[in-house]
Each structure stands twice: as C-alpha cells, then as structure tokens.
C-alpha cells in the first residue's frame, strides 16, 4: 500500500523560522506587569536584577517579529527541528472516527520535550551578556532538563529547584539533569532563605512550582549579577521563543493543504499552548481563519477554568512582579499529580488575555483520564506520551468522537508536547488501578 501524503509531514532544516512571532503586538488589551510596592508598570531596569538586558527587551517588546540569531537557529537542528507534524492514522481507525487528527511531534528532540526551544535561546543571550549560571525551578522535569543540557553549549553553569513532588516522583529525571552537569535541589530546600522558611512550616509539603520560582529568584538576586534567572513558561519572551512550534506548523499544514478545525495543546504556565497556537491565533485576530484554539488543563490546577483573572505575583514568596492572568492564588499548592509541568497556580498573561478576548477555549480532565488517553496513543500510534501531552490527547479523542456523533469530517491538530519514558511510574499507577483521581476539591 503506498504512504499517504500526509502521513508525516516535514520540513528540511531552511525551514526552521527566522523570526518568532510575539503576539503582544496583535492583542488589544493586554496591561503591562505592575512593580508590587508602586503599582506602576515596571520599568526595564528593575527586572535586571533576574534577567539579562536583551530577555527585559524581548519581555517587554510589542514588536510583531524578532530576529531568531543564527546561532540559535544553527543549534535548533540539534533538537531535531524542524519537527514533524504526523496523522495518527491507527487512532483515528480505533475510534472510528470520520475526523482526521495530526500532531506535532515535540517529544523527539533529545532533550524530550517542547522546552530546548526557549532554553537554547536564553541560555544564548545570557552567555553574550557575560553570565556565568542560571538558576531556575522545574516541575516535572523537562525544563530543568533542557536548561541544564544547553547550557553546556555555552559554557554556562545551571541550578535546578525541583518541585519536591515531582522530585519525589521521578527520580531519573534528577540523573539526567546531573547528566549534564547541573545542581539539582528538591524545593523547597535549604539553599535559601525562602526555602527554610517553609520547610520550618511545613516540612511535608510537596512544593509548588511557585515556591521553586521564588527559591531560585532569590538565589539570582543575590548573585551580585553574576547569576540569572531563566523561566521555563509563564512570561512573555517565553511565548515567543516556542513560537517555532507554530510557524512551523503552519508552513507544514500550507504544504499539505490542512485547514485545522480545532488546534489543542496542554496548558499548565503556558509555554507549548502559545508556542503551537499563537501564530494561528495571529491569522485569526486578522480574521483569516475560523480554526478554534484548545487549552487543556488538569482539574488539580485549574487557572483559567476555576481562577480569577486579576493581577497576581508569579511566585508563592511575592518576589515577582504582580502580572495580569488567570490564577488561583499564588499560595496555592495543588495536589501532587504525575504532570508535574502543569501543577502552576498562574496562567501566562499572554495566554490569559487571548482567552478573555475569547480566542481560546479552556477545559480540564482528571488525570485518571489523561492517563487514559495517553495508553490509547501508546497503543495504537506507539508513542509513550508524557503525562501533560496526555491532556492534549483526551480533548482531541473527545473532540473526534464529538465528530463521530455528528458525522462530521473535523480536523483536529494537537501538540504532543513530550515523550513519556521517564513517566513509567504514573503509567504503571494507572494500568495497576491506583492512580488516584486529581480533581480539585471545592
């Protein structure tokens, strides 16, 4: 039988974008972070403390595209962009479904995950600016994994806090990042003042990705400058760099004649929902295209379908500017589910104000149902999917078997954000029967 065309489409390294996409530009509304003790807009220079210049530039940018530096395009090839964009041919048959579903293939990069992208590329401005270590907080894994592997392509040193649950949970995760050179704590931890403050308050607690934010900020503050923070999600110049995703995916769809329906991706602080669907949202707010935008969540951290939309800080010890999102507090510590990159109590502001301007559709799952989905992907597709891809799978099966009831031929295009090898222990839960359900509580 010969290949379909669009089996799996890709693109050969000159089609690695040139420029990342900032959408700050095309929404009408958004409001700028707030400095806490003036609640004025903050200024560039108070963000130095964390960040290098040329990052505060790119985070505070209302410029449409930025310049991707050759270097970082040259070492993107490493992390085996472009990626694919593949049809799941075996699950669409599994579900009988008339609806045609494609992903992006994010889980082949050597690092595992969507997050090489902003990683190389702050690991990259920070080296031009001098800097000499990174310090950052990681949920599940993937991010402390990338930061740690690309800085070693620049020379630079990296500090990892580890969400204590998922430290917990996933202890090869805390190899690989060794692997590559870099200090990884459990947080909260003792390395900081913040840190022992909340051991000494609660010493079982699990952690949160908030505390391990304000952990390493802490440790970049008091670096006299020789330290700076870098984020895995959340902020804008985050958004951006994954735009890569997108606009490769958009390149892919135009050459298969794709017209997506539904565009779905997980979303825990953001970063691989705006990567995969900004640049379509773009078209969108332009009005040139009809496609709805997905954001799926778990139902232990629930920002954008049970959280308020005001001004919050980012971390749980207030040391972040207070940004305009959807959040269910910043004290708030979820429950310890295996998609330890989603366990955030904020939404990006970028991300948060496409969903007010009703650009984007939220929804939550259990993790028992993630879980799944995810089996059924392994199953027929043969790929083990990290546990917050999981989410993306369960709304796409849910949205094509909305279109096997109505007989509807919908396409639906989700990113598979990250493989799930390292997962096996949430996986082993679920097909033992004791993976706990992770609804949150009222």
């Not at 959408?23 to 409001?31: Q, R, S, T, V, Y």
């Not at 210049?53 to 930025?66: C, D, F, G």
Request: hydrophobic share 35%; aromatic share 8%.
């Amino acid at each position: 039988m010969a290949i379909p065309k669009d089996a799996v489409i890709r693109l050969d390294p000159e089609g690695i974008p040139k420029r990342w996409y900032n959408i700050a530009a095309d929404l009408a509304n958004l409001e700028p972070m707030l400095n806490p003790q003036t609640k004025e807009p903050v200024k560039p220079e108070e963000l130095e403390a964390i960040f290098c210049k040329e990052i505060i530039r790119q985070e505070l940018s209302k410029e449409r595209y930025i310049d991707i530096p050759e270097e970082v395009r040259d070492n993107y090839v490493s992390l085996n962009r472009p990626s694919p964009l593949q049809r799941a041919y075996r699950l669409e048959k599994y579900l009988k479904t008339p609806a045609k579903i494609y992903f992006k293939r994010e889980d082949m990069s050597p690092l595992g995950s969507h997050k090489g992208n902003t990683a190389l590329a702050q690991a990259y401005f920070n080296a031009k600016a001098g800097i000499q270590t990174l310090t950052t907080e990681t949920g599940a894994g993937q991010w402390g994994t990338a930061l740690a592997m690309v800085s070693n392509l620049f020379d630079i040193k990296s500090t990892v806090f580890m969400v204590r649950g998922s430290y917990d949970q996933k202890p090869f995760r805390k190899t690989i990042m060794h692997l590559y050179g870099s200090e990884v704590y459990a947080s909260p931890s003792a390395q900081t003042e913040y840190g022992r403050k909340i051991l000494k308050e609660h010493p079982e607690t699990s952690g949160s990705l908030g505390i391990a934010i304000s952990e390493a900020c802490e440790l970049a503050a008091m670096s006299g400058g020789t330290t700076k923070y870098a984020l895995g999600s959340v902020m804008n110049h985050v958004m951006l760099h994954q735009t890569v995703i997108g606009l490769e995916a958009m390149e892919q769809m135009k050459m298969a004649e794709i017209e997506p329906d539904y565009m779905v991706a997980c979303v825990g602080g953001g970063s691989n929902f705006a990567g995969f669907t900004f640049p379509m949202i773009g078209e969108k707010i332009k009005g040139k295209t009809d496609c709805e935008f997905i954001a799926v969540e778990p139902e232990a951290a629930p920002s954008m379908t049970k959280g308020e939309f005001k001004y919050d800080f980012g971390d749980t010890a207030g040391m972040t500017p207070l940004i305009l999102m959807y959040t269910l507090g910043s004290q708030f510590i979820p429950s310890p589910i295996h998609a330890g990159g989603l366990r955030y109590h904020g939404m990006s502001p970028l991300v948060s104000e496409a969903c007010k301007e009703g650009y984007v559709k939220p929804v939550s799952y259990d993790q028992t149902s993630t879980f799944e989905a995810g089996t059924l992907m392994a199953r027929t597709e043969g790929i083990v999917p990290a546990p917050e891809s999981c989410h993306a799978i369960r709304a796409a099966i849910d949205l094509a078997l909305e279109a096997k009831k109505t007989g509807e031929e919908k396409t639906i295009v989700f990113c598979l954000s990250g493989h799930g090898m390292l997962d096996l222990g949430g996986y082993e839960n679920y097909l033992n029967g004791t993976l706990q359900s992770s609804a949150l509580k009222e």
